[in-house]
């Protein structure tokens, strides 16, 4: 089941982007989510996660930066990105699991199936 991110773009440092992952009718309710970022190049790495109570932990690398959150309502997750860095420059993609599958806050990639395409993101000096 695919999910899609938007709200990628580019910025220059100390800027903000607020990316946001959705699925049509797709309940993110019971799931696990999380935001994962994969600079050119290099390896993807976990940037926040959440559980089906609302639960987060982030990466070192963006703590007092980022927010993740989500309206089940509207069935989307959000990333809140402020004070942003060349450092942050990667795509983004949102990674789904199910809570019978998943049952602790994880930022391994490995332990999600459900994964987006993806959004830009690009902070200039």
């Known amino acids: 089941v695919p999910l899609v991110e938007s709200g990628g773009g580019s910025v220059q440092a100390g800027g903000s982007l607020n990316l946001s992952c959705t699925k049509s009718g797709f309940t993110l309710r019971p799931y696990f989510m999380a935001w994962f970022r994969q600079p050119q190049g290099g390896e993807r790495e976990g940037v926040a996660t959440?559980?089906?109570?609302?639960?987060?932990t982030y990466a070192d690398s963006v703590k007092g930066r980022f927010i993740i959150s989500k309206d089940n309502d509207k069935n989307t997750l959000f990333l809140q990105m402020d004070n942003l860095n060349p450092d942050d420059t990667a795509m983004y993609f949102c990674?789904?699991?199910?809570?019978?599958?998943?049952?602790?806050?994880?930022?391994?990639?490995?332990?999600?199936?459900?994964w987006g395409q993806g959004t830009q993101v690009v902070v200039s000096a």
């Open positions: 959440i559980d089906p109570d609302g639960a987060t």
């Open positions: 990674a789904a699991e199910t809570s019978s599958v998943l049952c602790y806050l994880s930022l391994d990639s490995a332990r999600y199936t459900y």
